[in-house]
């Protein structure tokens, strides 16, 4: 529930300023009335989203404890690793050049169905990336706890964009991305360690099985808590030399470089804020 949370509150937030970003600029061009074709376009990338998440994960249902269910959800976990790892560098990297690349591709847009079709590809790659993380979070908890993690992320990056659009509050954007950042890649390390669990139970890896501990009595995976942190940050009651060991490389090493490029620069007056800032009400 937390981890879907976090995902859709930064993907929620992220895709509102793209969507805000191409608003303003179809304004400043003097196109505001091809606005429309911006939100028809958003509509229709979240449909999809939704339609493909939801066809994915019916159809892996069908053959729950098979050996084609635990193969489907390794695959989906390193995938999502990636994923995750790369979006998260990827936003922080074009955080600030974001509103002038939107921008230029909005006053190339010849057309309304062009501009359409930019709003459906910029916001349906957040929704697919969203889609896609949910389906491998859906493996490690009830869909319950996964649907209401997701509607009150929704919720919270609408409340927060509301916030910013229309009673002009401040967001500190670096700080935010940052913290959302650190968060993902918490649970990504989460999900290499799921993928590389399941890869030793398949077989596929037959080395670094020796268990390091197992803290069964003290804190099962079976246990509320237990399947709490493990859905966050891959808490495994009994995990492996392997597990460990690329758990925590992953975390110091990709974690660490995180951090560094995300640190606050130098020079940089105390109170200022590297902050994408949109003026303009849309």
């Not at 009335?33 to 994915?56: E, Y």
């Not at 890896?205 to 804190?219: C, E, R, Y």
Request: glycine share 10%; net charge positive.
């Amino acid at each position: 529930m937390i981890a879907t949370f976090v995902l859709f509150l930064r993907e929620g937030l992220e895709a509102s300023l793209i969507v805000s970003l191409l608003l303003v600029a179809l304004r400043q061009l003097g196109q505001a009335n091809q606005a429309r074709a911006v939100w028809i376009g958003v509509g229709l990338a979240v449909l999809g989203s939704l339609l493909g998440g939801l066809t994915l994960y019916v159809t892996v249902r069908e053959y729950a404890g098979t050996t084609f269910q635990t193969t489907f959800e390794t695959i989906t976990y390193v995938v999502a690793v990636v994923l995750l790892t790369t979006m998260t560098f990827w936003m922080q990297r074009h955080s600030r050049t974001l509103k002038k690349e939107l921008a230029a591709k909005a006053s190339s847009a010849t057309s309304g169905f062009a501009l359409g079709l930019l709003a459906f590809t910029t916001v349906g790659r957040e929704g697919l990336e969203s889609a896609f993380f949910t389906l491998a979070f859906a493996f490690q908890t009830n869909a319950i706890l996964l649907l209401s993690g997701a509607l009150l992320g929704m919720l919270a990056a609408l409340g927060l964009c509301f916030l910013i659009y229309r009673l002009g509050y401040r967001l500190d954007y670096r700080l935010f991305f940052r913290v959302m950042g650190i968060l993902l890649l918490f649970f990504a390390a989460g999900l290499l360690g799921n993928a590389i669990q399941n890869m030793q139970q398949l077989g596929w890896i037959p080395f670094g099985v020796m268990p390091l501990w197992n803290t069964s009595h003290i804190l099962s995976e079976e246990s509320v808590l237990g399947d709490l942190l493990h859905g966050i940050v891959g808490y495994a009651q009994e995990p492996t030399l392997l597990q460990g060991i690329l758990y925590t490389t992953y975390l110091v090493l990709i974690g660490g470089i995180f951090i560094w490029m995300t640190r606050k620069p130098t020079g940089q007056p105390p109170h200022s804020k590297v902050s994408t800032t949109i003026t303009s009400r849309a």
